[in-house]
């Protein structure tokens, strides 16, 4: 069984920085790729950024240049730094890990933004 395991969120002033990390263990078969989504209250689920095992990356026209993701492949490991954060980036923020056969989610993390 995989589990994901998300730190690094919290409470920053508008302008500010975090970075959440997501560790993946247990049995994983044919990695393709690894994201974080984010959920804001009454909203849908939605992409922020996601990475292959190759290092190739895709972000939300949202965040685009101001979050980086990046992985660790050897350590099965997934970051997001998170800059210039705005009120509106507040959300529970959930890693993502798919192989091709399965999607894999984590709990979530809280990201509160203050203006």
């Known amino acids: 069984q995989v589990q994901l395991t998300e730190s690094g969120g919290g409470l920053v002033q508008a302008r500010g920085s975090l970075r959440l990390s997501c560790a993946a263990s247990?049995?994983?078969?044919?990695?393709?790729?690894m994201g974080w989504y984010r959920q804001a209250p009454g909203k849908q689920r939605e992409l922020v950024a996601t990475?292959?095992?190759?290092?190739?990356?895709n972000y939300a026209d949202s965040v685009k240049g101001r979050f980086t993701i990046s992985g660790d492949n050897a350590k099965n490991m997934v970051y997001l730094q998170m800059d210039a954060l705005q009120p509106e980036d507040t959300a529970v923020y959930y890693c993502?890990?798919?192989?091709?056969?399965?999607?894999?989610w984590g709990q979530g993390t809280q990201v509160t933004v203050s203006s």
């Open positions: 247990g049995r994983i078969y044919r990695l393709t790729n």
């Open positions: 993502n890990l798919l192989t091709y056969s399965n999607v894999y």
């Open positions: 990475i292959t095992s190759g290092g190739s990356t």
